[in-house]
């Protein structure tokens, strides 16, 4: 079950909600993207640039083209199916960074700890492009460290 899978609420209006909290929350810059297969959200906040890459599903999909039971869909029921999948793609974009955004002003974690996956770098790359290959690498070369430290001497 995908989050907002029955939401009515249109691709642009869910843009306009993230653009007016992102207003809200003084970003000094932002747009959005669209290509075929996936959309970018940029912003600038607290002097970093923030990428988030939207992957929209395929029209050609089969889950947009046939039913349920195996029929074949009229091309209108399949653009339908397929705007909707990509309004409930929107809206857990709006709902992530929403959810972002009040963890900041809870105090619960810092702006770069809540967007450091999506901070861009000079270089173009996210910080997550960066380090997702070493992280690959330190899990099949190191060994985990225990969940829970080793009690301290004289507690048990």
Same mark, same amino acid.
């Given at each position: 079950?995908?989050?907002?899978?029955?939401?009515?609420?249109s691709?642009?209006?869910?843009?306009?909600?993230?653009?007016?909290?992102?207003?809200?929350?003084r970003?000094?810059?932002?747009?959005?993207?669209?290509?075929?297969?996936?959309?970018?959200?940029?912003?600038?906040?607290?002097?970093?640039?923030?990428?988030?890459?939207?992957?929209? %599903?395929?029209? !050609?999909?089969?889950?947009?083209? /046939?039913?349920?039971?195996?029929?074949?869909?009229t091309a209108?029921?399949? =653009? #339908?199916?397929?705007?909707?999948?990509?309004?409930?793609r929107?809206?857990?974009?709006?709902?992530?960074?929403?959810?972002?955004?009040?963890s900041?002003?809870?105090?619960?974690?810092?702006?770069?700890?809540?967007?450091?996956?999506?901070?861009?770098? %000079?270089d173009? !790359?996210?910080?997550?492009e960066? /380090?997702?290959?070493?992280?690959?690498?330190?899990?099949?070369?190191?060994? =985990? #460290?225990?969940l829970?430290?080793?009690?301290?001497?004289?507690?048990?």
């Open positions: 079950m995908a989050y907002a899978e029955n939401t009515s609420v691709v642009s209006k869910t843009k306009g909600e993230i653009d007016g909290l992102l207003r809200k929350h970003a000094t810059g932002f747009g959005s993207f669209e290509e075929q297969n996936r959309a970018l959200l940029v912003f600038q906040m607290q002097e970093r640039r923030i990428r988030f890459e939207l992957p929209l %599903p395929n029209q !050609m999909n089969k889950q947009f083209v /046939v039913t349920a039971r195996g029929q074949r869909r209108e029921a399949a =653009m #339908q199916a397929w705007e909707q999948a990509c309004r409930s929107w809206r857990a974009l709006f709902l992530c960074i929403k959810a972002k955004l009040e900041i002003d809870s105090g619960i974690e810092s702006f770069e700890d809540a967007f450091l996956a999506h901070i861009q770098m %000079p173009g !790359m996210t910080v997550a960066h /380090v997702k290959p070493n992280i690959a690498i330190a899990y099949q070369t190191n060994p =985990m #460290q225990p829970l430290p080793a009690p301290k001497r004289g507690e048990q």
